[in-house]
């Protein structure tokens, strides 16, 4: 599906600078920043989801860390650690 864009001619210029350093069509950077944008947008919606889904889960059960217990296990972190468990 095809689709028109109008941007101000600051921004064409920038645009079409930025192919020409990357050596790439016009039309693949503007594919490259809107695919760029979209995942974005997905990528914040997904955060979104994931934080609304642990506050409901922490409203249901309580479970949680403190900011204490999670900075102590942070300072002391390495691959492999496990998390501390939460408690309520």
Known sequence: ???ALSIDDDLHAQLVRAAE?????LETALY???TAYV???NAR???DREALESLA???RTGLHLTSDEMVAWLTGWEPGRPVPPCHT
Do not use: Q, T
Not at 21 to 25: G, L, N, P, T, Y
């Open 1 to 3: 599906m095809a689709a």
């Open 21 to 25: 350093e990357a050596e790439i069509s």
């Open 32 to 34: 490259e920043a809107v």
């Open 39 to 41: 995942d974005r947008a």
């Open 45 to 47: 919606a997904s955060f």
């Open 57 to 59: 889960e922490y409203e």
